[in-house]
């Protein structure tokens, strides 16, 4: 499994890191209630931490909308992921479970309110990569429908010309998302060296952790940052 960031990209943020959990031979179609448990205790912490706050001016998520304004993207209008699950919980609509593999990482996230995406590497042809688009990038959006051109010079996710998700942290496509089938992914958790990194660490070690004992998946955990701009593991 590969993972990359450009330089281009760390020229704009050159703050910026990406936790990494790659991941091996999860079953994903059985149900596994430890799974739910924790997803629901994290939307139960977050909602009641966020009664009465303003989730755009919360610590956690301000470097994330500054960074949105770094890269060109208007985050009043874009919203980072981790900020749009922490204003849909915070108004009290919750969070549906999606799968097992993928509420464990939403679980994380909130817990650590960290933006962590969720990538089914059995899609991916190279590498996955966060760059800038180029002419021939597509994207389907999540759900399906009509695929889209992103915006010139805009950062992604992406991997042979399909981006996976918008936005840097966006929204996610449907091509890569992870289904029943998925058993290979890989887990970006964005962060900064200087404001969250500890936090970054900390979602990292407790995310592979969790996989390996309620999963009994194989992972390999690594980071990517502007002096390691490339993650390459086997499992």
Same mark, same amino acid.
């Given at each position: 499994?590969?993972?990359?960031?450009?330089?281009?990209?760390?020229?704009?943020?050159?703050?910026?890191?990406?936790?990494?959990?790659?991941?091996?031979?999860?079953?994903?179609?059985?149900?596994?209630?430890?799974?739910?448990? /924790? /997803?629901?205790?994290?939307?139960?912490?977050?909602?009641?931490?966020?009664?009465?706050?303003?989730?755009?001016?919360?610590?956690?998520?301000?470097?994330?909308?500054?960074?949105?304004?770094?890269?060109?993207?208007?985050?009043?209008?874009?919203?980072?992921?981790?900020?749009? /699950?922490?204003?849909?919980?915070?108004?009290?609509?919750?969070?549906?479970?999606?799968?097992?593999?993928?509420?464990?990482?939403?679980?994380?996230?909130?817990? @650590?309110? *960290?933006?962590?995406?969720?990538?089914?590497?059995? @899609?991916?042809?190279?590498?996955?990569?966060?760059?800038?688009?180029?002419?021939?990038?597509?994207?389907?959006?999540?759900?399906?429908?009509?695929?889209?051109?992103?915006?010139?010079?805009?950062?992604?996710?992406?991997?042979?010309?399909?981006?996976? @998700?918008?936005?840097?942290?966006?929204?996610?496509?449907?091509?890569?998302?992870?289904?029943?089938?998925? @058993?290979? *992914? /890989?887990?970006?958790?964005?962060?900064?060296?200087?404001?969250?990194?500890?936090?970054?660490?900390?979602?990292?070690?407790?995310?592979?952790? *969790?996989?390996?004992?309620?999963?009994?998946?194989?992972?390999?955990?690594?980071?990517?940052?502007?002096?390691?701009?490339?993650?390459?593991?086997?499992?």
């Amino acid at each position: 499994m590969r993972f990359e960031v450009s330089k281009d990209v760390f020229d704009l943020l050159p703050d910026a890191c990406f936790g990494v959990v790659a991941v091996r031979g999860v079953d994903n179609s059985k149900s596994y209630p430890a799974v739910s448990e /924790l /997803l629901h205790a994290a939307i139960a912490e977050c909602e009641g931490a966020m009664a009465g706050v303003k989730v755009k001016e919360s610590p956690e998520i301000v470097p994330y909308r500054e960074a949105f304004r770094a890269l060109g993207i208007n985050p009043n209008k874009f919203m980072c992921s981790i900020e749009a /699950l922490m204003t849909r919980i915070a108004k009290g609509k919750g969070f549906p479970e999606i799968s097992p593999i993928v509420d464990l990482g939403n679980a994380v996230s909130l817990r @650590t309110r *960290l933006p962590i995406g969720a990538h089914d590497m059995g @899609t991916v042809e190279r590498a996955l990569e966060v760059r800038h688009a180029r002419e021939g990038d597509t994207f389907v959006p999540f759900g399906g429908g009509e695929a889209e051109t992103p915006d010139e010079n805009e950062v992604v996710y992406v991997s042979g010309g399909q981006v996976r @998700t918008r936005r840097w942290t966006w929204r996610q496509s449907e091509i890569g998302k992870i289904t029943e089938a998925t @058993t290979d *992914l /890989l887990f970006p958790i964005d962060g900064f060296r200087s404001i969250n990194y500890d936090r970054v660490l900390e979602a990292r070690k407790e995310l592979s952790e *969790l996989i390996e004992s309620i999963f009994g998946a194989k992972t390999a955990v690594g980071m990517v940052d502007r002096d390691n701009p490339v993650f390459e593991c086997e499992l």
